[in-house]
T-cell receptor
Framework: EPEVTQTPSHQVTQMGQEVILRCVPI?????FYWYRQILGQKVEFLVS????????KSEIFDDQFSVERPDGSNFTLKIRSTKLEDSAMYFC????????????FGPGTRLTVT | KQEVTQIPAALSVPEGENLVLNCSFT??????LQWFRQDPGKGLTSLLL?????REQTSGRLNASLDKSSGRSTLYIAASQPGDSATYLC?????????????FGSGTQLTVLP
């Protein structure tokens, strides 16, 4: 069964560094998302991406963040100048363009900022 | 602000019991609702998706119902097993979200005792 994959599974970085989190969505999906979950808190929507541009973003998704689809398979989240409060689990999700709008989630990347 | 609430926050039951998890949402204008399972430190596994036009969905021992007008959904788990122990998340796709992004509840942490 097709699945969303994410790398790395765990990333440790120092405060102020830049990180890139990678996702490979399901191959025939055209809509992509990033969500995050700070430890002990709710899963929160960050950004959605369709047709090579951001379709919607939350207030969390400020200039520190950017997303990109660098090729036909990868979808990335870049976090510049990381802060301690960026430590969280980051989930990628994808879905088909129409139909049930069911989102399929990857296993997540745990980001630890020290 | 559209919100999703889940009660109880935690639930402990003996093996074999039937149980109900509750989810409520503040706006009845939704396009779908998904129930997920999350094991500690892990990703999100989709259990059931209910479209706004549906009243319930079933998968094995799981049954999810939707009452859109009252802003409620329930997840019924029959004949619970220790392997069902996990956090169960309710996520709602509100129509106001143009990208069909999901708004999550904080989850119900279920423990099934052998």
């Amino acid at each position: 069964e097709p699945e969303v994959t994410q790398t790395p599974s765990h990333q440790v970085t120092q405060m102020g560094q830049e990180v890139i989190l990678r996702c490979v969505p399901i191959s025939n999906h055209l809509y992509f998302y990033w969500y995050r979950q700070i430890l002990g808190q709710k899963v929160e929507f960050l950004v959605s991406f369709y047709n090579n541009e951001i379709s919607e973003k939350s207030e969390i998704f400020d200039d520190q963040f950017s997303v990109e689809r660098p090729d036909g398979s990868n979808f990335t989240l870049k976090i510049r100048s990381t802060k301690l409060e960026d430590s969280a689990m980051y989930f990628c999700a994808s879905r088909e363009l129409a139909g049930l709008f069911e989102q399929y989630f990857g296993p997540g990347t745990r980001l630890t900022v020290t | 602000k559209q919100e999703v609430t889940q009660i109880p926050a935690a639930l402990s039951v003996p093996e074999g019991e039937n149980l109900v998890l509750n989810c409520s949402f503040t706006d009845s204008a939704i396009y779908n609702l998904q129930w997920f399972r999350q094991d500690p430190g892990k990703g999100l596994t989709s259990l059931l998706l209910i479209q706004s036009s549906q009243r319930e969905q079933t998968s094995g021992r799981l049954n999810a119902s939707l009452d859109k007008s009252s802003g409620r959904s329930t997840l019924y788990i029959a004949a619970s097993q220790p392997g069902d122990s996990a956090t169960y998340l309710c996520a709602v796709g509100f129509l106001s979200g143009s990208a069909r992004q999901l708004t999550f509840g904080s989850g119900t942490q279920l423990t099934v005792l052998p």
